[in-house]
């Protein structure tokens, strides 16, 4: 495996990028958040150029302001409550996360800075063979699933059979109470739409925080104790099951840096229309 090393990485002009701390020196989330507020401020102040923030997270299970009380881990698990946009979701080994703190113009466009981390994963994606998409309504990278009907809302593969999916007509439906053939975490084996990477962010003073987790090639059986995103028609990725071979996070942070540097330093950044 490489070595990931820790520090900046800075370009001549325009975005850095700081590694936090990955594998053994995986960080955690309070420590990460701490760190965004103060590169956040002097960002603000000009102190400081954008700057992206990468890391591995020790487990950690944070919420959104959106997140609702039957989203969170049934059995008590403790929850992180934080001020970025979004739900539920889970951090951990395996998941390449990014905080990009960016100065945006003013009136800021927060959909266009969700955009651009979107178009950016989306191409690291590709670059390892996997087709990640947007999916209508839903922030993030998505793998797609076969399309399946309502009236034949059945799917079978690796042993895994829902016949008259209960979902299809009961949108409070819960999947951590009824086994592993509804968990998140087979998604891929039912064959449906999943999450490859999860993106919440807020923005304070025009300025960026929080942003992006990408699964490499975590245990996503982590997210069977919530419901991921508050989605619970949709299940959770890694481009290692989608590959069916093992990636790291090693390989993939140097394609992260470089199509974020592309993407983030190559947009025509504008205030939100008005």
């Known amino acids: 495996m490489t070595a990931i090393s820790r520090g900046e990485t800075p370009a001549p002009e325009g975005l850095r990028f700081v590694h936090l701390g990955f594998g053994a020196d995986a960080v955690e989330y309070e420590t990460a958040w701490q760190e965004q507020r103060r590169v956040h401020a002097a960002r603000f102040a000009d102190e400081v150029p954008d700057t992206c923030l990468l890391l591995e997270h020790l487990p950690v299970y944070t919420a959104g302001r959106r997140t609702a009380d039957d989203e969170r881990p049934l059995d008590g698990t403790p929850v992180v409550d934080v001020d970025r946009g ?152 890694s481009l290692s099951n989608e590959l069916g071979r093992e990636i790291t996070i090693a390989e993939v942070l140097p394609v992260a840096e470089k199509h974020l540097r592309d993407v983030l330093e190559g947009a025509e950044l504008l205030p939100r229309a008005v």
């Open 86 to 237: 979004g739900k539920i979701t889970w951090h951990g080994p395996g998941q390449l996360v990014g905080y990009p703190i960016q100065k945006l113009p003013r009136p800021v466009d927060v959909v266009a800075h969700v955009r651009r981390l979107e178009d950016a994963l989306i191409r690291v994606c590709a670059e390892f063979g996997v087709e990640g998409t947007r999916v209508e309504g839903r922030s993030g990278v998505w793998v797609l699933g076969d399309a399946v009907s309502a009236a034949d809302a059945r799917a079978a593969l690796g042993g895994l059979n829902l016949d008259f999916d209960p979902r299809v007509t009961d949108e409070l439906f819960d999947p951590r109470l009824n086994g592993p053939e509804y968990a998140p975490s087979n998604a891929g084996q039912r064959r449906e739409d999943r999450k490859l990477a999860a993106i919440g962010i807020r923005v304070a003073k025009g300025v960026t925080m929080h942003g992006f987790a990408l699964n490499v090639n975590p245990d996503n059986t982590s997210f069977d104790k919530i419901v991921p995103c508050g989605i619970r028609d949709a299940g959770v990725a």
